[in-house]
C-alpha cells in the first residue's frame, strides 16, 4: 500500500473522533471542520516527520488540538458565548444528550480530557501526549471532570 493510501486509510478511521475532540473544544460545527481539515493538511505536509506509523492517531489529535487552539485565540469572547449557546443545540448527534450536554458545559480543559480518554479510548499516556500536559494532570482532569458531572447529571434525575 503506499503511502498516501494509507495516510487515507489512517485519517478515515479518525474522522469521527476528530469532529468530536473539535467539537468539544470549539462548540462549532464550522470551525470544528475546519479545525479538523486544517489539520489532515498539516499532518499530510509533516507525515515524514512521523516516527512511528502506531503513533498516527495521537499525533494527528495532538495537530487538531493545536488547531482548535488558534482558533480560539482568534475568537471574541461575544462570539463565543452566541456559538455556546448555538453548539448546545447542535449537539443533538450525540446518542446521550443529556451526558453530552453536562460534558459541553465542562470547562474546555476537563472537556478535551474527557472526550479523548471517554468517548476516543485515548489512554492516560496518549490523552497526556496529546494535550501535551503530564499523565498525572490527566488522571488529576479526569477525576475533577467525573465529579462535575456526576453533580451535574443528579440535578437532571433528581425526583422533583
Not at 41 to 62: G, Q, V
Request: aromatic share 8%; hydrophobic share 40%.
Amino acid at each position: 500500500m503506499d503511502e498516501r493510501q494509507w495516510f487515507t486509510d489512517q485519517v478515515l478511521a479518525c474522522q469521527t473522533g476528530m469532529y468530536r475532540l473539535a467539537m468539544s473544544l470549539l462548540s462549532h460545527p464550522e470551525d470544528a471542520a475546519d479545525a479538523a481539515q486544517e489539520a489532515i493538511l498539516i499532518a499530510y505536509e509533516k507525515l515524514p516527520s512521523l516516527r512511528s506509523r502506531d503513533r498516527f492517531r495521537p499525533w494527528l489529535m495532538r495537530i487538531l488540538v493545536r488547531q482548535c487552539y488558534a482558533i480560539l485565540r482568534r475568537r471574541t469572547c461575544s462570539q463565543e458565548v452566541e456559538q455556546a449557546a448555538e453548539a448546545c443545540q447542535a449537539a443533538q448527534w450525540e446518542d446521550n444528550q443529556s451526558l453530552w450536554q453536562a460534558v459541553s458545559e465542562l470547562n474546555e480543559s476537563l472537556r478535551s480530557v474527557v472526550v479523548l480518554f471517554y468517548y476516543e479510548d485515548f489512554s492516560v499516556r496518549e490523552t497526556a501526549a496529546v494535550l501535551g500536559i503530564t499523565e498525572a494532570n490527566v488522571k488529576t482532569r479526569l477525576s475533577r471532570a467525573r465529579k462535575h458531572l456526576k453533580r451535574a447529571l443528579e440535578d437532571d434525575y433528581e425526583p422533583g
